[in-house]
């Protein structure tokens, strides 16, 4: 069975702090695939990135950052110098290579940025 | 950009009533969901489909189906609406191949049922 944990309900940090969103999985597949989305205020989830199994490497897109790490199950999510913009929802996603098996979610934290 | 539509923002039904939620995406996705999102339960899967005609059960089917008669469109239904169907239901698409496709979400449909 697959599980995305996402431990923070809700953090609250102030503009230009930075702030790391926690995302722990279990999965007995070998390869999966794990992703971020962000749901702003007006409901709509927008995709962040999406990673294979097979790449560790960390990402960086601007002010996001992902730290992907095998041996402890974890796919965090870092926000630097974080910004009014950057409150949302935030949701991990895990989908493994076996079947035709749709996106389980974690629970989602909920970020607020204060001015 | 993929455009998911989901017919109606608010809804407000009573208990008992048929509840049609509809939903249409416009670049082909072969694949599409019907999530709902409650506080502090996050995103469970009621019903896919990754053909048309062809749906599958997702986490929480039970007191709804679905309709997948055009390959832009799918339906949820609500047979007879319950209180414990308020909620946030959210639509989405993906391209062929579940593995590795993001998903493009639709605005979402609140619903109360009163």
């Known amino acids: 069975a697959q599980k995305v944990t996402q431990a923070q309900t809700e953090i609250s940090v102030v503009e230009k702090e930075d702030v790391t969103l926690d995302c722990v999985y279990e999965?007995?597949?070998?390869?999966?695939?794990l992703f971020w989305y962000k749901q702003p205020p007006s409901g709509e989830l927008v995709f962040l990135i999406r990673?294979?199994?097979?790449?560790?490497q960390n990402e960086i897109s601007g002010r996001y950052s992902w730290n992907f790490q095998k041996s402890t199950s974890s796919f965090n999510f870092t926000i630097t110098a974080s910004q009014v913009v950057d409150s949302a929802v935030y949701f991990c996603a895990l989908t493994p290579n076996s079947g035709n098996t749709p996106l389980v979610f974690g629970k989602g934290t909920r970020l607020s940025v204060i001015a | 950009d993929v455009k998911v539509t989901q017919s109606s923002r608010y809804l407000v039904k009573r208990t008992g009533e048929k509840v049609f939620l509809e939903c249409v995406q416009d670049?082909?996705?072969?694949?599409m969901f019907w999530y709902r999102q409650d506080p502090g339960l996050g995103l469970r899967l009621i019903y896919f489909?990754?053909?048309?005609?062809?749906?599958e059960k997702g986490d929480i089917p039970e007191g709804y189906s679905v309709s997948r008669e055009k390959k832009e469109r799918f339906s949820l239904i609500l047979e007879s609406a319950s209180t414990n169907q308020t909620s946030m239901y959210l639509c989405?698409?993906?391209?062929?191949?579940?593995?590795?496709?993001?998903?493009?979400f639709g605005n979402g449909t609140r619903l109360t049922v009163t």
């Open positions: 670049m082909d996705h072969e694949n």
């Open positions: 990673r294979n199994s097979f790449d560790e």
């Open positions: 999965t007995r597949d070998t390869t999966y695939y």
């Open positions: 989405a698409s993906s391209l062929e191949g579940l593995l590795d496709s993001p998903l493009h």
């Open positions: 489909s990754y053909d048309v005609k062809m749906k």
